[in-house]
């Protein structure tokens, strides 16, 4: 079964610093993976997405992932953290079996300090 | 561009009572996706939809649960007597083709609260 380990319920980074996002992944196939952010009572919106093509993925924003097999972890990162990135960010894993379903990883709230 | 859009926003009800959750997916999308979150946990697949038949679902679907897509543009979640521990946000989501690499697109949700 596949499944995705979001390593930090709750970041803390002060504007202007870098951010990091960690996630792990558990797959027996190449997995397609995702990253999506989600702001106060808005839908999920994607950031990026891995599809075994380069393992660096970059995505909207500002935001990057970089997908490393032999730790199988997919960590989403951005140089520079702004006020408006403060939202709840899900690492997700898309079924192979059945109807590529999403499963999602349990979130990582991120908060950016002025 | 285009987007997943989903009502009401908000929904109150009465522990018993049947709900209808409503979405417009985006216009040439052939996948349909329901999920739910509760307050404090992950977000959890419902159910799939495509070629107007349901085509996985969740141990959590039970009978209480229906899906429709009634006309060409609307896909409903019915629940059809509601519990406390149905509460929670929905989401839809759709995309075009159902393949692994190919992004879902979610609209804002829908949260239900029953009491």
């Known amino acids: 079964a596949q499944s995705v380990t979001q390593l930090d319920s709750h970041v803390s980074v002060s504007e202007g610093t870098p951010v990091l996002l960690r996630c792990n992944y558990s797959?027996?196939?190449?997995?397609?993976l995702f990253w999506y952010v989600q702001h106060p009572n808005k839908g999920l919106q994607l950031l990026l997405k891995?599809?075994?093509?380069?393992?660096l993925v970059k995505g909207i924003n500002g935001f990057e992932a970089e997908f490393k097999k032999s730790e199988t972890s997919f960590h989403l990162t951005k140089p520079s953290a702004h006020m408006s990135d403060a939202a709840e960010y899900f690492c997700?894993?898309?079924?192979?079996?059945?109807?590529?379903?999403?499963?999602f990883g349990t979130g990582t709230r991120l908060k950016v300090l002025a | 561009e285009p987007e997943v859009t989903q009502t009401p926003s908000h929904q109150v009800t009465q522990m018993g009572q049947e709900v209808i959750l409503r979405c417009v997916p985006i216009?040439?999308?052939?996948?349909f996706y329901w999920y739910r979150q509760i307050l404090g946990q992950k977000v959890e697949f419902l159910v799939s939809?495509?070629?107007?038949?349901?085509?996985?679902k969740s141990e959590i679907f039970d009978d209480q649960f229906s899906v429709e897509r009634p006309d060409g543009s609307n896909f409903t979640l019915k629940i059809r007597s509601t519990k406390l521990e149905d509460s929670a946000m929905y989401f839809c989501?759709?995309?075009?083709?159902?393949?692994?690499?190919?992004?879902?697109?979610f609209g804002d949700g829908t949260r239900l609260s029953i009491l």
């Open positions: 997700v894993v898309s079924d192979t079996s059945g109807t590529y379903k999403y499963i």
């Open positions: 797959s027996s196939y190449s997995p397609s």
């Open positions: 891995y599809t075994s093509a380069a393992t």
């Open positions: 216009s040439n999308h052939l996948y």
């Open positions: 939809f495509y070629n107007n038949e349901i085509s996985e």
């Open positions: 989501a759709s995309n075009q083709q159902g393949s692994a690499g190919q992004p879902q697109h």
